[in-house]
Nanobody, 125 residues
Framework: QVQLVESGGGLVQAVDSLRLSCAAS????????MAWFRQAPGMEREFAAG????????NYAESVKGRFTISRDNAKNTQYLQMNSLTPEDTAVYYC??????????????????WGQGTQVTVSS
């Protein structure tokens, strides 16, 4: 079992930056593929970024590519999402996800087994 706790959300202005963190419990963090999803009001949860077990591979949604960077530190059981050049369209609850899948970078929520409680990111214009 893995417990995930996100932090780092908040209210920022457009073009500002934020870094989200996701702290995981357990001693086998490195065996999970990780990802960030987001959900805006009235919308379905959507994939933002995914990362492989070692952190050497990552993929992104087209809407965030070039602005967001996902990373992980297996020694600290933590993954991150650096978000730059934020726009109001990035406003959402951001969720950390962990999966036991044999493939990293999956873009559908049901590929992931554990979820954090979410952290709100609000970007004002």
């Amino acid at each position: 079992q893995v417990q995930l706790v996100e932090s780092g959300g908040g209210l920022v202005q457009a073009v500002d930056s934020l870094r989200l963190s996701c702290a995981a419990s357990g001693r086998i963090f490195s065996s999970y593929v990780m990802a960030w999803f987001r959900q805006a009001p009235g919308m379905e949860r959507e994939f933002a970024a995914g990362i492989s077990w070692s952190g050497s591979n990552a993929n992104y949604a087209e809407s965030v590519k070039g602005r967001f960077t996902i990373s992980r530190d297996n020694a600290k059981n933590t993954q991150y999402l650096q978000m730059n050049s934020l726009t109001p369209e990035d406003t959402a609850v951001y969720y950390c996800a962990a999966g036991r899948s044999s493939r990293w970078g999956q873009k559908t929520p049901n590929e992931y087994d554990y979820w954090g409680q979410g952290t709100q990111v609000t970007v004002s214009s």
